[in-house]
């Protein structure tokens, strides 16, 4: 069974870092390209950032680009997003999601639970 | 960046009735790349439709999904109970992968 879970949210400052982990399970990580997404309180769904199956090959959100790092730890099946400078604007729960890619098409098909993130004083 | 654009902002029906829902993005992007998600209050999305037609593992097929170039269509034939919720399309061909705003489907 796919199993992807998150830790590492929590309440900081404003200013403050953060570093979420997501812990994979059930699947051959290394052959999976993998994102971050967040969701603010009542809101949509936002794309964070990807990293590709190797994590030669990294993309990021305007609104985190120069803030957030993602990365990854294909020994130890994890998936990370360093988080610095927070704002308020980065309150959210943070979702760690796999890319399925087929013939037909790309799309991410596992999430995990989320993890909260408040940027608060 | 690719900006989608889903209507209507809500949509208000019976069980039993049918749902159809668009995506509309800013420049054509290719359908293998357009990928369609429910979410329920407090839980995580889940993967509906991906490459614009093609259903995921357990989906039933009451669900289904059209279009190419801009323009996407989801459409769940028959409402259950259990399909009432947000759904947003999201694009995976270019980075941004952007997400739609959602079409939230509620009980009339």
């Known amino acids: 069974e796919v199993q992807l879970v998150e830790s590492g949210g929590g309440l900081v400052q404003p200013g403050g870092s953060l570093r979420l982990s997501c812990a994979a399970s059930?699947?051959?990580?290394?052959?999976?390209?993998m994102n971050w997404v967040r969701q603010a309180p009542g809101k949509g769904l936002e794309w964070v950032s990807y990293i590709s199956s190797s994590g030669s090959t990294i993309y990021y959100a305007d609104s985190v680009k120069g803030r957030f790092t993602i990365s990854r730890d294909n020994a130890k099946n994890s998936l990370y997003l360093q988080m610095n400078s927070l704002g308020a604007e980065d309150t959210a729960v943070y979702y760690c999601a796999r890319v399925y890619t087929s013939s037909s098409g790309k799309a991410i098909d596992y999430w995990g639970q989320g993890t909260l993130v408040t940027v608060s004083s | 960046e690719i900006v989608l654009t889903q209507s209507p902002g809500t949509l208000s029906l019976s069980p039993g009735e049918r749902a159809t829902l668009s995506c509309r993005a800013s420049q054509s992007i290719s359908s293998s790349y357009l990928a369609w998600y429910h979410q329920k209050p407090g839980q995580a999305p889940r993967l509906l439709i991906y490459g614009a037609s093609s259903r995921a593992t357990g989906i039933p097929d009451r669900f289904s999904g059209s279009g190419s170039g801009t323009d996407f269509t989801l459409t769940i034939s028959r409402l259950e109970p259990e399909d009432f919720a947000v759904y947003y399309c999201q694009q995976y061909g270019n980075s941004p992968f952007t997400f739609g705003p959602g079409t939230k489907v509620d009980i009339k």
């Open positions: 059930g699947f051959t990580f290394s052959s999976y390209e």
